[in-house]
């Protein structure tokens, strides 16, 4: 039998077209359960809010007996504005920009004011804190507060949305501090009060946010708090393009006062989904919980009763919205002036933290309890959380915040301490942090001098031993031993040792892995460049280079390349620094004395030129993606060092010059002394 298969291609298409159409209308003319709307099909976007719609609240009908939460009446959203962005002269009003969501008396957006997001922008807000998205689609702030549970009781109440009313909005005229508060109201089936729930926020001129959580019981009767999950911080962006140093984070105090903290990246979250809860050490008291990344943190410090548990990391997608800076920042506007800045940045997921709050006792009735918390929200810097004038700072252990280093176990505190200090005092001098690299390049290289001058001597020694070492390896073939006590014997002859022809390097590798570490973890660096903003190079030292970025070809994403990605990071540019850095190496190790000895041997010649390309790419490949500022002196060190190199080579050489010269004019002085050589008379002839 012929098959038209034609037709039959024709008929399974119409018949998948229409069974996508059924399956389109049924999902979306299909009633929502009660209590319940229908999700968006599309990625909700945020209006603005002079134009967002009021919001119905969700309306429940309670069966006998149940509890609900009071519905607020209907009212137009609003955002309250603590602090702002403004100057007053050299210095900043306020360290951030809070913006709280009235419908989720949370925290949706904080701007720090003191950072920009990107070098090139001309006004600071820095996006520490953005909303996300959780896998429902559903909206998540900062501080919201999720499902609350009674024991003995079966409801659970949704306190992320729509039941919330402003309650407080006041500043204090002596301190400056605004507060702003909501209330949240469970009742019985009779419309009786159970538990007024309020949420205030107080904020200054500091980095601190002071969050309370009051919680009042109206009901006749004790009522015990089963569970009631709390969202920490969330909307944190990536800052390092090499690795995502993004992570949740935990701190506590065991009983003998010793700090213990516990650290998960989001990078091992996304992979291995048992690493979301971190552990509390048995006997431990939580001091806080963060999220944290390259540069920034936003920390929630729980103050008095001590009743979180469970710190979970969860993995949310970046909710996408223009940020808004007002410019004027008045206390009364409720609806500032929309002023548009990029805060879009990939990968679009994020990292957010939530814990759950229980009580061990019940609240009596009539009667109620107050959980304070404060919230840093700012850079990662000692220089903060040491500073006097931040006394709630103090003995916190913020500097714990910081990102392990890869290096940290062969680096020294005190040395990575010292390299700081070193360039921020430069940079009171001059002004300029990649000036400042490049001078503390010249401090090193002239405190090391001495030892590398020894060590040329040496090496240049041991360059003219390497036909002596040939002959008795030849001699003295198939004996090592022997071979070996008289190349020491040869060695100690000539003076040499080949220790000294790597000591200068070795010396400078701590002072490279604290270099690495300070500028890498250092926010003072970040912005900070060798050349203006307006130059679009070598004008962040906390980041690579980026000589030609990718974005100008129209490539948004970072280009991942198998293999090479994992150790050199993603590619967003193409970076001229490191390629210095491998040419300087090459250079280097082309021009170093040693490699006069490989002529001396084949098969040393051959493990010479191997060296000599191998070193260099395998510095490429891994100072690609590291910070330009340490890029910046490993390659002023390296030409700086074949300079230098360069010069004492010829002053030895010259040195050896007058040591020949005066050893063959002392020569001919004691001949002249001796006076001219007598013949020796023959005897006289004989006849016979």
């Known amino acids: 039998m012929d098959i038209d298969f034609k037709r039959l291609l ?177 009742e019985d089936h009779e419309n009786n009060p159970i538990m007024e729930i309020t949420k205030t926020y107080r904020y200054g001129d500091n980095y601190v946010l002071d969050f309370s959580l009051d919680l009042a019981n109206k009901s006749p009767q004790p009522l015990q708090i089963e569970s009631l999950e709390l969202l920490g911080p969330m909307g944190l962006i990536r800052e390092d393009p090499r690795s995502d140093t993004r992570a949740f984070m935990a701190a506590y105090f065991d009983s003998q006062g010793k700090i213990t903290v516990e650290r998960e990246y989001m990078s091992t979250i996304e992979t291995k989904p048992q690493k979301t809860m971190l552990k509390k050490p048995f006997g431990a008291s939580l001091q806080w919980f963060a999220v944290t990344n390259k540069f920034f943190a936003a920390a929630v410090h729980p103050i008095k009763n001590n009743n979180l548990q469970e710190i979970e990391g969860k993995i949310f997608d970046m909710y996408e ?210 050349l203006p903003a307006a130059w679009h190079w070598l004008n962040d030292l906390s980041a690579p280079d980026r000589l030609i970025p990718f974005s100008w070809f129209g490539v948004a994403e970072p280009v991942q390349i198998p293999l090479l990605s994992s150790l050199m990071g993603n590619f967003d540019a193409i970076n001229l620094l490191p390629l210095l850095v491998c040419i300087a190496m090459f250079l280097q190790t082309k021009f170093s004395p040693q490699a006069k000895m490989a002529g001396a041997s084949p098969q040393a010649a051959q493990q010479q030129k191997m060296m000599m390309y191998m070193m260099p790419a395998m510095m490429f490949v891994f100072f690609y993606n590291m910070s330009s500022g340490f890029n910046l002196y490993i390659m002023a060190s390296t030409f700086a060092g074949l300079i230098e190199q360069r010069f004492i080579r010829k002053h030895l050489k010259k040195e050896d010059e007058k040591a020949a010269v005066g050893t063959t004019t002392a020569t001919v002085k004691i001949s002249s002394r001796m006076g001219p050589k007598k013949k020796k008379q023959k005897p006289p002839i004989k006849y016979t």
């Not at 959780?134 to 079966?154: E, I, N, P, W």
């Not at 109440?157 to 400056?176: A, E, I, M, R, Y």
């Not at 850079?379 to 890869?406: C, G, V």
């Open 321 to 530: 919205i223009e940020s808004k800076l007002p410019t004027v920042d008045k206390i009364e506007s409720k609806l500032p002036t929309v002023d548009k800045i990029e805060s879009k940045t990939p990968p679009k997921q994020n990292l957010a933290v939530q814990t759950t709050l229980a009580m061990e006792k019940p609240i009596d009735a009539q009667s109620n309890i107050t959980f304070d918390f404060e919230v840093y929200l700012g850079a990662i810097d000692r220089e903060i959380f040491e500073n006097p004038q931040n006394a709630n700072l103090n003995n916190l252990h913020y500097e714990k915040l910081m990102p392990n280093q890869s290096c940290a176990w062969c680096a020294f505190d005190w040395l990575t301490f010292l390299v700081l200090k070193l360039m921020k005092g430069t940079y009171m001098t001059v002004g300029n942090y990649g000036v400042a690299v490049i001078i503390l390049v010249l401090l090193v290289r002239l405190v090391l001098h001495p030892i590398t001058k020894k060590s040329q001597v040496s090496m240049m020694k041991m360059s003219k031993m390497g036909p002596k070492i040939e002959e008795i390896k030849k001699k003295y073939a198939g004996n090592k031993e022997e071979i070996q006590k008289q190349t020491m014997a040869i060695y100690k002859e000539q003076g040499a040792t080949p220790i000294m022809g790597c000591l200068p390097m070795m010396l400078q590798m701590p002072i490279w892995i604290a270099l690495y570490t300070a500028v890498n973890t250092n926010v003072a660096l970040r912005h900070q460049g060798l």
């Open 10 to 186: 024709t008929a399974m298409a119409l018949c998948l077209l229409i069974m996508y159409g059924w399956m389109y209308f049924t999902g979306k003319f299909k009633p929502a359960p009660p209590g319940q709307t229908t999700p968006s099909a599309t990625t909700p976007t945020r209006p603005s809010a002079d134009t967002e719609p009021d919001r119905q609240p969700t309306v429940t009908v309670p069966t006998p007996g149940q509890w609900q939460l009071q519905q607020p009446p209907s009212q137009q959203q609003k955002e309250y504005i603590l602090g702002g962005l403004e100057k007053q002269g050299d210095k900043y009003e306020y360290k951030a920009r809070i913006t709280i969501d009235s419908a989720s008396a949370a925290v949706s957006q904080v701007l720090l004011s003191e950072h920009k997001l990107k070098v090139t922008d001309k006004k600071t807000g820095y996006p520490l804190l953005e909303p996300t998205q959780d896998d429902q689609g559903r909206v998540r702030h900062s501080l919201m507060l999720g499902h609350l549970k009674f024991t003995g009781r079966a409801e659970t109440f949704d306190l992320s949305d729509n039941c919330w009313k402003p309650q407080q909005d006041s500043t204090d005229p002596l301190t400056g501090i605004r507060s702003v508060g909501f209330t949240a109201m469970i």
